[in-house]
Every structure is written in structure tokens, then in C-alpha cells.
């Protein structure tokens, strides 16, 4: 159970810090991030991580695909996880 919990911390601060180096690429006009990674490491485990840099450095909250596509994929995460959590510990249910 705690080799899940730590991928999924590591993931997510991975993520956020992902967001953040965007942002501050985006600010100094230098090579960016691309979407298609931030999507990724949002479907690895890290929406959660994605959603907050978003909140706390106020970055892509105007595009659509990621106001509500990091929602949803954190609801998706989350459902992986139960379901991951639930087969390693209860496997006859």
C-alpha cells in the first residue's frame, strides 16, 4: 500500500512542479512545456498535483481543456486508485 501512496505523492509533486516551470517559462517568453506533457503526467496519477499549480500559480484556468479536463481525469485517478487499492487488498470481492 505504501509503494501506491508514494508513487502517487511523487507523481503529483512532479506535476505541480511541471505546472509551475510552465508558468515561468510562459512568463519569460522561453520554450515551453507542452500540453501534451502536463496531460500526461495529470493521467499518470498527478491531476491532483496538475489542479493545484493551476490554482496557486493561476495558469491554463482559461482553457477549457484544462478546466475541465483535469477535473476530470482527477476523478478518474481517483476511481484508478480505489480500484488498484481494492484488488491488491480485497482480490475475492
Not at 12 to 35: H, L, T, W
Not at 58 to 69: I, P
Request: charged fraction near 20%; hydrophobic fraction near 55%; proline fraction near 3%.
Amino acid at each position: 500500500m505504501y509503494v501506491v501512496l508514494i508513487y502517487g505523492l511523487i507523481v503529483n509533486v512532479i506535476g505541480f512542479i511541471v505546472m509551475g516551470a510552465d508558468k515561468m517559462k510562459a512568463k519569460r517568453k522561453s520554450r515551453r512545456v507542452p500540453e501534451k506533457r502536463l496531460f500526461l503526467w495529470a493521467f499518470l496519477g498527478g491531476a491532483a498535483g496538475v489542479w493545484i499549480a493551476m490554482q496557486v500559480w493561476r495558469h491554463k484556468t482559461k482553457h477549457e481543456s484544462f478546466t475541465v479536463g483535469i477535473p476530470f481525469i482527477f476523478i478518474l485517478n481517483v476511481l484508478c486508485m480505489y480500484l488498484l487499492l481494492k484488488w491488491l487488498f480485497y482480490p475475492r470481492l
